[in-house]
């Protein structure tokens, strides 16, 4: 067992309780912040990158440069789930965007796409409006979250 002197103990105490400052995020021992991070990079968990408001095009990218890897559907998938045999859904998945799965076929267009990252967590992106390179109009993100 570890015997600590009481002046030991105050400068440790004083070292955990540091406030969050440039020199101190520096050092994953100072920055609770930063000691998350840290773990979660360890377990395989990627960082969601901001992506609301962007089109799906911009947010795939980014998504997939903070290391979330698309979760494709079988070509057979498409065939069983019939929001993606017409409109949004379709457009999507013949500019190869095999991780939609599911789009409504009105209102504002919503589709679901699906992402996980090397620790197995799933993220879900919802989109919403019109997906027509014809029309050079992109469906925006309007939802970004884990699934429990």
């Keep these: 067992m570890i015997y600590l002197t009481s002046t030991l103990l105050s400068v440790v105490m004083a070292m955990l ?18 000691q998350k991070t840290s773990d979660g990079r360890v377990r395989g968990e990627a960082e969601i990158p901001t992506v609301f408001g962007l089109s799906y095009h911009e947010a795939r990218e980014l998504l997939i440069e903070a290391g979330w890897i698309p979760l494709l559907q079988s070509p057979s998938y498409r065939q069983q789930e019939p929001s993606l045999r017409s409109g949004h859904g379709q457009t999507f998945w013949e500019q190869g965007y095999r991780e939609v799965t599911s ?46």
């Design 103 to 148: 789009c409504s076929g009105t209102g504002e267009g919503f589709c679901r796409f699906e992402f996980t990252d090397p620790s197995g967590r799933k993220l879900i992106v919802i989109t919403a409006g019109l997906e027509s390179p014809e029309m050079q109009a992109q469906a925006m993100v309007r939802n970004v979250s884990l699934e429990p």
């Design 17 to 34: 309780l540091l406030p969050a400052t440039a020199e101190t995020l520096g050092s994953p021992i100072h920055s609770p912040l930063a």
